[in-house]
């Protein structure tokens, strides 16, 4: 049964609805994201392990180097490159492909009628899976310098939900942002170029000084902090917990607002 | 009970991505005098004389928002009640597709009420859906949890759409490297394996070759015998005359005739 009035289109409920189908058919998304990284690499050896091996050697070279650049030691800037390059590929990846959510499942969008939130999870698993590849390489920097994680590490873990919630949404906006303005694609990827330099990945929030109290300013800062400070910096200060809570909150909501106004027009613009 | 109403039921395509900014100092010239002809004609509320009715595809108008879009239905009023097959005739983009497209659910209306009731089954796109990259096995199991089938039934449409397609080997190979006629196999076999209440067809489907639309036909009968509702579209009238009990000729987005098939062309064929 499928209704709609055009001069009653309770827009949120719909919106609401979507969203709530295309959760419940998480087996769906699962087997989808499965198939995309199976289509992805195939005839590939490594196959997803690629971005590992590719990570592993920005970790070593960079490592090497900017622990001499910056005169910090060896033992004290490795797991912070390591986690830091981990957590940015991941948010990086969401950013960059979240523009696709949409224009990528154009032949699926204009055929039948299914929730939009479907390819949006479909995306943030994918995302997810990915990221898991690069686990072991984590484990490998801590059994290499033969150093524990911070005993406050269980708190990575409201980080990694506040991440993957962060996904979902620029899966969202971005997804509809891109299908209707083709531009965006690009001003996105330049953008995630400039935020790599300009957040503390290669280099430590100390070098900042006193400076470095605005850091909390930068978005993916507060969020990549909220995983890297638990894991090897004894957890994170209450002023990146709540701006990160913040920002995450934010930009979930404007997803959801701008699905909510222009979901029925998602069809004409893909 | 299944049943499909619409009332005043309105789609406007925006034209976003081919620079609408020359199309629009382009238009601006020749569509006051379009729009003027078409309030001449609806005035008249006959669609007996002019030719201006007689061009193809949609209103080409600027909304209130300054974006250039074709109004591509307007106003249709029109119910299709259990056991009707219906037939879309008119010229290219008279809104044949636009039309199945919104009963399916993927386009919003802009305007007006839309009810339809039953399962729906769109035949409207024959590779749409399907993944290129995967084999054609892949996409079978794909197909299957699009229509939220269990695993069961996944092996089930699998074996049946494998069989019926007789792609043999070819199912463990990725669809680009499929012929066109291959792909137009699965692609039959796969949404004719399922029994929907309401099929929506585009005209695609007569595209195989003869060996098999003869093997397709039978397939396709039973599937449209167990159907409560068909909607159609098609240019080929033999297709209409054979499939359908009732007409509707769509021209420019607006409906010019709805009744028994053979009224519906007969008034066509005079008016060209």
Not at chain 2, 165 to 173: K, N, Q, R, T
């Amino acid at each position: 049964m499928y209704r709609v009035d055009a001069d009653q289109p309770r827009r949120l409920s719909t919106a609401l609805a979507d969203i709530r189908q295309g959760t419940a058919s998480w087996r769906l998304a699962w087997e989808l994201a499965r198939l995309d990284l199976k289509n992805r690499y195939r005839g590939s050896v490594l196959g997803p392990f690629w971005i590992t091996l590719s990570t592993l050697v920005m970790l070593v070279g960079l490592g090497f180097l900017y622990a001499r650049l910056f005169n910090l030691p060896l033992t004290d800037y490795l797991p912070h490159l390591a986690v830091s390059l981990v957590v940015w590929q991941v948010l990086s990846t969401a950013f960059v492909e979240g523009c696709g959510t949409m224009t990528t499942n154009a032949g699926i969008i204009r055929q039948m009628r299914l929730p939009f939130s479907l390819h949006v999870l479909r995306a943030v698993l994918r995302s997810l899976i990915v990221a898991a590849h690069s686990l072991p390489l984590l484990a490998l920097v801590f059994l290499a310098l033969w150093r524990a994680p911070s005993a406050e590490a269980p708190q990575a873990l409201f980080g990694l939900v506040l991440i993957a919630v962060n996904m979902a949404s620029a899966a969202l906006f971005l997804g509809m942002v891109c299908a209707r303005f083709r531009d965006v694609t690009q001003i996105v990827a330049s953008l995630m170029q400039f935020a790599f330099f300009v957040t503390p990945i290669i280099w430590k929030p100390q070098l900042l000084g006193d400076q470095a109290v605005w850091l909390p300013l930068n978005p993916f800062y507060a969020i990549l902090e909220t995983v890297r400070g638990p894991l090897i910096a004894g957890g994170a200060d209450a002023a990146v917990w709540v701006a990160a809570v913040l920002y995450t909150a934010g930009f979930a909501a404007l997803a959801v607002a701008f699905f909510a106004r222009f979901r029925g027009r998602l069809a004409f613009w893909v | 009970m299944s049943h499909i109403k619409a009332r005043g039921l309105s789609i406007d395509f925006p034209l976003y991505h081919l620079g609408a900014r020359s199309l629009k100092k382009r238009l601006l010239a020749s569509a006051r005098v379009r729009l003027r002809r078409d309030e001449a004609a609806h005035e008249m509320n006959a669609h007996t004389t002019d030719r201006v009715t007689r061009r193809v595809g949609g209103e080409v108008v600027e909304d209130a928002a300054h974006r250039v879009v074709v109004s591509a239905l307007r106003d249709l009023t029109f119910e299709i009640r259990k056991g009707e097959r219906v037939g879309l005739v008119g010229h290219n983009g008279a809104g044949k597709t636009t039309l199945l497209r919104t009963l399916a659910g993927v386009f919003e209306p802009v305007g007006g009420f839309l009810e339809v009731s039953g399962e729906v089954g769109s035949l409207i796109d024959a590779t749409a859906g399907l993944d290129v990259e995967s084999t054609g096995r892949e996409n079978i199991r794909l197909a299957g949890l699009f229509r939220g089938l269990d695993a069961a039934g996944i092996a089930r449409l699998e074996e049946e759409a494998g069989s019926f397609s007789g792609l043999a080997e070819f199912l463990d190979v990725p669809i680009k490297g499929y012929s066109s006629g291959m792909q137009l196999r699965l692609a039959f076999a796969l949404m004719t394996a399922s029994s929907p209440n309401i099929i929506l067809m585009d005209e695609w489907f007569l595209a195989g070759d003869t060996a098999f639309m003869e093997k397709a036909e039978a397939r396709l009968t039973a599937l449209v015998g167990g159907a409560d509702i068909v909607v159609l579209a098609s240019h080929d009238m033999a297709v209409i005359r054979r499939w359908c009990d009732r007409a509707i000729w769509l021209e420019a987005g607006r409906i010019r005739a709805d009744g028994p098939v053979e009224e519906v062309l007969a008034a066509r064929d005079a008016a060209s």
